[in-house]
């Protein structure tokens, strides 16, 4: 297992180049298993989620190829249904398969994912949404085994909470069921508004795009996608709050401001003076000096898009340990996502934790000190990775297995923009 050690205290300056969204590329991943023919998507990170869920692809057979970041995905041969547990553990979103396989082979058996480091994550809402276009579920050894004679048929469905890959998977089921289907309280997340284009582009008739109503009426064709993965969002936050933590100044390029609505609002209120053009944002230190002056603590209140990410809730903790006086961090979406806490205080952040509330003192720049921590899951990790860069002398992050699934290429992007940091053999 590999280790990250950071030698903190410098300042991040320069550019970064931002790679397409994981959560995009997941969703677009699993729906070109609903029509045969060759598919090309553009933009696609290589992470280690992207890469498992192409070997789950590759276990139902469907062969893919990688050309930089171009992704030929030929599905043409899928022939099997299953996702096995192996795959499945190891990344929740395998269970966007299901959608797909039922609308193109009538059949799926999906491992049940579990719950995770942050929270229960029940799949209720995928199901129930099955259920009422028509589809057979039952649950047994730990595995959805889903069935549908002939075509889904079109139905209302409300989600009690806008679910993210509730949405896309039954989007991907059913925009071949026959007649329409409505889902209400769907989410809005740009990552579904990048499903509904590439859906679309495939022939399948989708309304309400990036709204909370999405009416689709049935096809029953669809044709190969050729469709490009919009940028990161939750990249682009980590590496904007990266350079702030470090009292540095850069540019994150590549990027698309527009879908960092709540982000972008909650940094300038820290003081930090954010410059945003159609694919670039640009973060300078509060009072223009070389200097950088104390950022002002912040409160953040979690929720679904367009308010603030869940995604990107430990990067801002993070940069609140470096603020002046004190910030609360409420998360509302999952109800244990406040794993990176006891690392964080481990480099002398301080922060109390009281239910879905993390109250932070913050010690205002450079108040951390490098140590030995772990990673626990993805944006716990990034989070931690912030704090040591921004943290005097050396931290070591062990674990950092999580890291490498979201981020794409994280030691070379931050070694350019002038951080010490490298990965060792633990
Ligand atoms: N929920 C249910 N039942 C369901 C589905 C969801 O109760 O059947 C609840 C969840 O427990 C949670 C809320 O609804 O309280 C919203 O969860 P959602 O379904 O939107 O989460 P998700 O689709 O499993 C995606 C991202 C997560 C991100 C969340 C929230 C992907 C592949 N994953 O998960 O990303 O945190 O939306 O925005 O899109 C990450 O990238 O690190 C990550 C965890």
Redesign the pocket.
């Known amino acids: 297992m590999e280790k990250l050690i950071i030698e903190g205290g410098v300042k991040l300056e320069g550019e970064v180049r931002i790679s397409g969204a ?2 995009a590329a ?2 677009l991943i699993a729906a070109t298993l609903l029509a045969p023919g060759e598919h090309v998507l553009k933009n696609v990170p290589d992470l280690r989620d992207t890469r498992t869920m192409l070997k789950l692809l590759e276990n139902l057979g469907v062969r893919s190829e990688r050309n930089g970041d171009v992704l030929k995905i030929d599905s043409t041969d899928l022939e099997s249904g299953e996702a096995p547990y192996d795959l499945v553990k190891t990344m ?2 395998s269970v ?1 398969v299901l959608g797909p396989l039922l609308a193109r082979l009538g059949r799926a058996r999906v491992s049940l994912p579990g719950g995770c480091a ?10 129930n949404g099955l259920e009422l276009l028509g589809v057979t579920c039952d649950l047994e050894g730990g595995y959805v085994d889903a069935t549908i004679d002939g075509r889904m048929k079109g139905n209302t469905i409300y989600f ?7 949405t ?1 998977n039954l989007l991907m089921a059913a925009v071949q069921a026959e007649g329409t289907t409505v889902i209400k309280n769907a ?1 809005r ?1 740009p ?1 579904v508004g990048n499903l509904v284009d590439m859906l679309n582009g495939m022939g399948a008739r989708i309304e309400g795009r990036d709204t909370d109503r999405l009416t689709i009426h049935g096809v029953e064709n669809l044709n190969p996608a050729n469709c490009a993965i919009i940028p990161d969002r ?1 990249e682009t936050g980590t590496y904007l709050i990266a350079i702030a933590a470090t009292g540095g100044e850069g540019v994150v390029t590549h990027c698309n401001p527009s879908h960092l609505p709540s982000l972008l609002e909650k940094l300038r209120a820290t003081g930090l003076r954010i410059e945003e053009t159609e694919s670039t944002i640009t973060v300078r230190q509060p009072n223009g000096s070389a200097t950088p002056g104390p950022l002002k603590g912040t409160d953040i209140t979690t929720s ?2 367009p308010g603030y ?3 990107l809730q430990a990067q801002f903790m993070a940069l609140m340990t470096l603020a002046s006086g004190i910030s609360a961090v409420h998360e509302t ?3 244990n996502r406040f794993m990176h806490v006891a690392e964080l205080q481990r480099l002398g952040a301080k922060i109390k934790v009281d239910g879905h509330t993390a109250v932070v003192d913050g010690c205002s720049m450079n108040g951390l000190n490098g140590a030995r921590v772990m990673a626990t ?3 716990a990790s990034s989070s931690l990775v912030i704090a040591g860069l921004a943290a005097s002398g050396r931290t070591e992050i062990s674990r950092i297995y999580h890291l490498e699934r ?1 981020y794409e290429g994280l030691v070379d992007k931050l070694t350019a923009l002038g951080a010490r940091v490298w990965k060792e053999q633990e």
Do not use: C, Q
């Open positions: 994981k959560n997941l969703p929740r979103a966007l942050i929270g229960a994550r029940p799949i209720n809402y995928h199901i009690d909470l806008p679910s993210v890959t509730g896309e989410a997340e990552e939750i679904p898009y990410p869940t995604d979406i999952f109800e899951d993805l944006r979201g």
